[in-house]
């Protein structure tokens, strides 16, 4: 397996490049409900020649518990440059807003798209929840800078009651190609430090499970775009001469840390923030993360044409780095298979 790995604030990002089994489907979504499986789920999918390159990929000892990555697979037709499949230790997401920046560069940083040496270029993406758009910003023949533009957020429930082992919290839902649950840290008597990560994963995991059945949750799309994917916990910061600014930590799948702010989680925070009135359409978002790397997100109008979903339509900005480019093999004689978790 030929993989190129970057990281965007701090999150991986793997890019499988070569080594790849067939994955039938039409298009990227088809092809993310195959890697599932028939029965399967997103966190819990069926075993599989395609999900044991993930879980090879993904499982120590080449991978590690808080990796995260994505299969390159064709679009859904000529109107985007490749498709992607994310997927993370626990199974496969709609979407990832880190992944998307990370593709972005490696798309102009590999030659695989065209860009000057100075000024922007355009990657547009098909992923399981639609079709995003990557500006990767160059100067000097060097990438500096990666704008992930999401498919529209929407808020679909407010302060919806959640008991949980710290206390009752109430819980904002968002759909941003992903559905993620926001709370306040403090409402638990939590914070977003370092310290506080193994208290925040359990009450990310306690939130996420009481809203498993919450109409909030669902989609119209179906059940491969509905239920809570990340829970949001999140910390006011003073605010910067450009608009709010926050500090939060991002528990998606079964109790993985994001160690960016969480792009597409991002999204959904400015659809929040957005109907609060706390941010207005000529402001920004700066978004911290548990590691201190940042995001910057802003609104740019609302959905309006009518084939789009009710919504805004989001930016996020944020770096991506290479880190290294491997060859795994699988030795058949090598007793650990595809690895494992700790």
Not at 76 to 96: Q, R
Not at 160 to 170: H, R
Request: glycine share 14%; proline share 7%.
């Amino acid at each position: 397996m030929r993989t190129t790995d970057y990281h965007a604030a701090g999150e991986p990002f793997r890019i499988v490049t070569g080594g790849l089994p067939p994955i039938p489907g039409d298009t990227v979504a088809e092809r993310c409900a195959t890697a599932i499986g028939p029965g399967g789920s997103g966190t819990a999918p069926r075993r599989g020649a395609l999900d044991d390159v993930r879980r090879l990929l993904v499982q120590e000892p080449r991978g590690h518990a808080g990796m995260y990555g994505g299969f390159v697979v064709p679009p859904d037709d000529d109107g985007a440059h490749f498709g992607v499949l994310f997927w993370h230790k626990d199974g496969y997401s709609t979407a990832c807003g880190h992944g998307t920046m990370a593709l972005g560069a490696w798309a102009v940083d590999s030659g695989l798209v065209p860009a000057p040496r100075d000024g922007d270029v355009q990657v547009r993406i098909d992923v399981p929840s639609g079709r995003v758009t990557a500006t990767v910003h160059r100067s000097e023949g060097r990438t500096t800078g990666v704008t992930f533009r999401n498919v529209p957020a929407r808020v679909t429930a407010r302060k919806v009651p959640v008991a949980t082992s710290f206390g009752v919290a109430e819980v904002d839902l968002a759909h941003a190609g992903a559905c993620y649950a926001s709370v306040a840290a403090r409402e638990l008597g939590l914070g977003t430090g370092r310290d506080a990560l193994p208290a925040l994963v359990r009450a990310g995991q306690e939130i996420r499970a009481a809203l498993a059945a919450h109409p909030g949750t669902w989609h119209p799309g179906g059940p491969l775009l509905s239920g809570v994917y990340g829970v949001i916990l999140h910390e006011e910061l003073p605010d910067t001469p450009f608009g709010p600014h926050q500090r939060n930590v991002t528990v998606f799948a079964d109790g993985q840390i994001d160690r960016s702010p969480c792009g597409s989680g991002t999204s959904a925070r400015l659809a929040l923030l957005a109907e609060d009135g706390r941010l207005g359409a000529h402001e920004d978002l700066l978004h911290e993360s548990v590691v201190g790397t940042v995001f910057t997100g802003r609104f740019l109008r609302p959905a309006g044409a009518a084939a789009e979903p009710v919504g805004l339509v989001t930016e996020v900005t944020g770096t991506a780095h290479r880190t290294g480019e491997h060859v795994f093999v699988r030795d058949p004689h090598d007793a650990l298979g595809t690895g494992f978790t700790l």
